[in-house]
């Protein structure tokens, strides 16, 4: 008779035995048949090896560790969540944020420095009014994020208090770029000393609000200009910026918070390389990071294979309304969720947290104004989009400090496995195929089988 999940904690404590491992658990996603990250009847190990196709997990070969898995909190996220009453709001973010039961944990939130393109209007940290400049910051104030995204976060971090922050900027204040417009320009040479110094004040502003900021990149999507905000940014002038000005300012002022190059697409991994290969550059960053509107993710083990010991992040992901979770599931998954840890990435950030019905707010002159969030909040009903059940897969189990490990990758059966700092395995897979595949998991001596419908996504964790 096949114990249930529950009574196994009481009988190995009987048995004298401590923090026990739990049962093998498998979570289904598969849109086919209506399945949405829902627990299955337990799978269970034996020592039985079939003629199936066999993923195997090997604990002795390991690669990166992960620092975990999430979304953008815009400012237009956290307008929607504030218009929820205080008892809906509690309840959708303790599902977000929280691991036990059903909640999906994320561990990992990018937050735009000022406005992103999902705001009602774009704005800095420090506007003047024409023809002033500041050089010393002595106005620089987090303004209106004060209003909205503060608050959201201080909520979310009393669910998740080691929740990791990322903070990505999208155009620095207008006054400093040659067009003197919040849309596209460059960066004043005479400014970039200015400029990092805004960094250094929005660090040190959220950290006397409680918010340690685990890393910045220098600039969302530098070969962009045409979103509103943004700016563009040459990889030689990002190189000159970050080598002898942001990190220098940095180290004076005893900032330990990542500098992060690049954040735009997979497309031109020689941007990164173009900073990293000036040692004087290099010495100031962490790593880079990568989204997937072009190229392809293989482009990431790219840059590590020529800057083995500097990071990989993957940071945005965006999927348009209305969304369609078979596609958006298969794609998602097979890039972001698997490939991007094969390929070395950290993390794996979705774009963005929370939509409106109408997808508003976004900027006028290049605001998205197709973005779709993990869900959609209206009033206080919501609904869970594509983009909640591709991150739920990871974020629930792959925890952050888990590290990477070694599995095969069968005909059809596109998988990425993890082991977590407690000793649990998580191994996440895709069936890439366009039939239902019969295939079994073997790590040392167990054995499992499992079924996975075409295009199903299954997480174990164990």
């Known amino acids: 008779m096949k114990l249930k999940k529950l009574n196994y904690l009481p009988l190995l404590l009987l048995l004298g035995c401590e923090d026990p491992k739990p049962p093998l658990s498998f979570w289904l996603t598969d849109?086919?048949?209506?399945?949405?990250?829902?627990?299955?009847?337990?799978?269970?190990?034996?020592?039985q090896i079939e003629a199936l196709p066999t993923i195997q997990i090997n604990e002795d070969i390991g690669y990166q560790e992960m620092d975990g898995f999430g979304f953008t909190l815009s400012q237009g996220s956290a307008l929607h969540l504030l218009g929820m009453s205080k008892e809906a709001r509690k309840a959708i973010l303790e599902e977000l944020f929280g691991r036990d039961g059903k909640n999906i944990g994320i561990s990992y939130l990018r937050l735009s420095i000022a406005a992103s393109d999902l705001n009602e209007y774009p704005f800095s940290y420090h506007d003047l009014a024409e023809g002033e400049t500041d050089p010393e910051m002595s106005r620089f104030d987090l303004g209106p994020d004060r209003e909205d995204v503060l608050p959201i976060l201080k909520q979310i971090m009393s669910i998740n208090p080691d929740i990791k922050l990322m903070g990505s900027p999208w155009s620095p204040p207008a006054w400093m770029k040659d067009n003197k417009d919040t849309r596209g320009g460059k960066l004043l040479p005479e400014n970039y000393d200015a400029y990092a110094l805004y960094f250094v004040k929005y660090i040190e502003q959220m950290a006397e609000e409680g918010f340690v900021i685990d890393a910045i990149t220098v600039q969302n999507e530098p070969l962009h200009p045409g979103n509103n905000p943004s700016l563009l940014m040459e990889a030689e002038e990002q190189r000159e910026f970050i080598k002898s000005h942001l990190g220098p300012e940095f180290e004076k002022n005893g900032i330990k918070t990542k500098i992060i190059v690049y954040d735009h697409n997979a497309?031109?991994?020689?941007?990164?390389?173009?900073?990293?290969?000036?040692?004087?550059?290099?010495?100031?960053?962490?790593?880079?990071?990568?989204?997937?509107?072009?190229?392809?993710?293989?482009?990431?083990?790219?840059v590590h294979k020529a800057h083995p010991d500097k990071n990989i992040y993957f940071t945005e992901q965006w999927i348009g309304s209305p969304g369609n979770l078979p596609e958006d599931l298969v794609w998602h998954t097979k890039n972001l969720i698997i490939g991007a840890p094969r390929n070395w990435a950290r993390t794996v950030l979705e774009w963005n947290l929370t939509s409106a019905p109408d997808l508003k707010p976004f900027t006028d002159r290049g605001g998205c104004s197709l973005c779709l969030g993990a869900i959609t909040i209206d009033g206080d009903s919501v609904i869970r989009n594509p983009a909640y059940y591709i991150i739920?897969?990871?974020?629930?189990?792959v925890l952050p400090g888990s590290l990477r490990i070694d599995s095969n990758e069968p005909e059809g059966l596109a998988?990425?496995?993890?082991?977590?700092?407690?000793?649990?395995?998580?191994?996440?897979?895709?069936?890439?195929?366009?039939?239902?595949?019969?295939?079994?998991?073997?790590?040392?001596?167990?054995?499992?089988?499992?079924?996975?419908?075409?295009?199903?996504?299954?997480?174990?964790?164990?």
Do not use: C
């Open 415 to 462: 998988n990425v496995a993890f082991r977590n700092t407690d000793g649990t395995l998580v191994l996440i897979v895709l069936n890439t195929s366009k039939s239902a595949m019969d295939f079994q998991i073997q790590q040392g001596e167990k054995i499992s089988k499992i079924n996975l419908g075409a295009g199903a996504v299954g997480t174990l964790y164990w």
């Open 31 to 47: 849109p086919a048949q209506n399945i949405l990250f829902v627990e299955q009847d337990d799978p269970s190990f034996s020592e």
């Open 267 to 302: 497309d031109r991994p020689d941007y990164p390389i173009t900073i990293l290969d000036d040692p004087e550059a290099k010495k100031y960053v962490d790593g880079s990071a990568f989204h997937l509107y072009g190229g392809s993710i293989e482009a990431l083990s790219e």
């Open 392 to 397: 739920a897969h990871a974020s629930k189990f």
